[in-house]
Structures are given as C-alpha cells and as structure tokens.
C-alpha cells in the first residue's frame, strides 16, 4: 500500500496497528489494481536554438524609482498583519493532507487553535531584511552595480534552449542600452522559536501535531514574504496591478515576479550566498549552512523582479 503523504501514512499505520490489535472495525484500505500507463515515444519538432539568443521580452517597460537603496531590517512584524495572506489550499491540501470535506470541519478549526497557541506563547518572530540595488543584464548574467556603477556580483541565469528562451536576466535592461534599473532582494522569517516547537513534538513522538505544526509554520513563512512582496510592490508603485482577490494573489496575477532560490528560473542555490553578502540576514537571524539552506528552515530568500512580462517558467533542458 502506498501513501501520498505524511499524513496519510499517518493514518495508513494507525489502521495497521488496529487490526493487528484487534480494534472493531480497523481495517486496513482496499488495494488497488496497479495501472501502467501506456506512452508513446516523445518526439520534439523543435530543435534547440544554437549561440545565445535573446528572448522577445520587452525592454522599454519604465524602470520604477525605488524608495531608497541598500537594504533595511525590519522586525516585530505582527501577526496579523500577514495571517491573510497565508495559503489555506497549500496548507489543507497540501501540508496537512485533507480533503475537501474535511477543511471546514477540522482544518479551520485546527488552524484557529494553532494560530491562537502560536500568539499565547510567543513563537512567531516574523522579521525581514529586504534592499533595492542598482543593476544591468549582460547575455545571461544580472549584474548588481554600486552607487559607483562598478560590479558588485552578478548572477548567471539558465536560458531556455526552446520556445521563448526565457532567462531571468531579461526582465532587466541591458548594459549596452545606458539605462540602470532595480531589482529587489528579500529575505524573510518566522523565526527559530516555532522550529523548537515543532522539534519538540517530534521528540515526544506527538507525529500528527508535528506535521501540523511544521506544516503551517513552512506556510507563514511563505505568507510573509508574499505579504512583504506586495509591500516592494507598493514602494515601487506599481501595485495598481494587483488583483483585488487573495486568489489572484496566489496566481501572481500581478505585476513583477518573486523568485526564491532553487526553482527552475533561478536553481543555483550557491547564489544564497551572494544575497546573503548583499543583505546580511544574519541581522534577522537567519544563517546559511555548508549546504546552502537557510536556518531556521521557516524562511526564505528571494530575486523581486518588477518587469510586466516576468512570471514563473521552467528553464529546463537550457543550454
């Protein structure tokens, strides 16, 4: 038997551990048939472009004017004032493993408690350190700049070896064509009191509060750095864009994009220390690792890049 998920394994072992108990009525879920899908061979029509082809992105969008440059910390960030951006699909769904039939009746009211216990002892310490820096594009490369207009570092970016040919450097101007522009860096976190928490339950063994509490902690994470995004958005005003619905939020159906390190535009997760140098998050208490993660794992980084035409697309298969 197989399950999906945590919880689901969650539940798939207590079922086990009733009938080998002998509990009325465990029983173990019906088995399925398995099923091997039939595919036919993959055939690509297009063959892959040669040299470094530019993508049809447009560059003269404006270049909104940044409130300051360098970076800022912010901390005490209450929560209220990020709790409506929290992803409940993500966190039903996906985090917590229930069905739609089960959301009203067990998740809210599992996540009021949570939330609740959250705020009653203490264990959010959502911060942010966040800055605009001066850069340009060059072939595949983004380039931050000085207030001298030297190098700062640069970032390489995959390209798509088809279709559009996307690279993330194309949301920015290029260094042949004069013009400076800006792009947003950020890095966000709930804090290390709420991973000791959830290290705490798994240390008693307590799984489903874990998971649940794990869960929702990854999701807070990612509600403060959309609510965060939404405030770059207002600074570089160009939040006029934005969506009147949470839902439209959680589709990016505004304008610019937010890029953390590790998806496929952007998947060098080595660049974490390049915006580390940048923004010193140390100064919020978040840490990179040997490895390139950031502790505690209730945080993230990300690339704010303002250009209309910027969304999410895979850079796989590039040269």
Known sequence: RYARDAFEGLRLMDALIGV????????????KQRRVRATASAQVDEQPVEGNVRSDVATDNPIPTPPFFGTRVVKGIQLKEYAGWLDETALF???????????????RPRLRGWLDHLQR????????????????????????LDEHGNERTRFTFPRQAHGRRLCLADF??????GETDVVGLQVVTVGSRIGDATADLFEADAYRDYLELHGLSVQL????????????????GIAGADPDSLDGMFRTAYQGCRYSLGYPACPDLEDRAKIADLLEP????????EEFQLHPEQSTDAIVVHHPEASYFN?????
């Open 221 to 236: 994470a990612e509600a403060l750095a959309e609510y965060w995004h939404a405030r770059v958005r207002a600074e570089w």
């Open 172 to 177: 920015f101007r290029s260094e042949e064509s």
């Open 93 to 107: 769904r996906g985090q917590w493993g229930l069905t739609k039939e089960l959301i009203d009746t067990e998740g």
């Open 315 to 319: 850079a796989g298969g590039a040269r």
């Open 282 to 289: 140390e100064r919020i208490g978040v840490h990179l690792s």
């Open 121 to 144: 002892e203490g264990l959010l310490e959502a911060a942010v350190v966040h800055g605009y820096f001066p850069c340009v594009s060059k072939s595949d490369d983004l380039i931050i």
């Open 20 to 31: 080998k108990r002998g509990v009325p009525g465990a029983k173990l879920p019906e088995l």
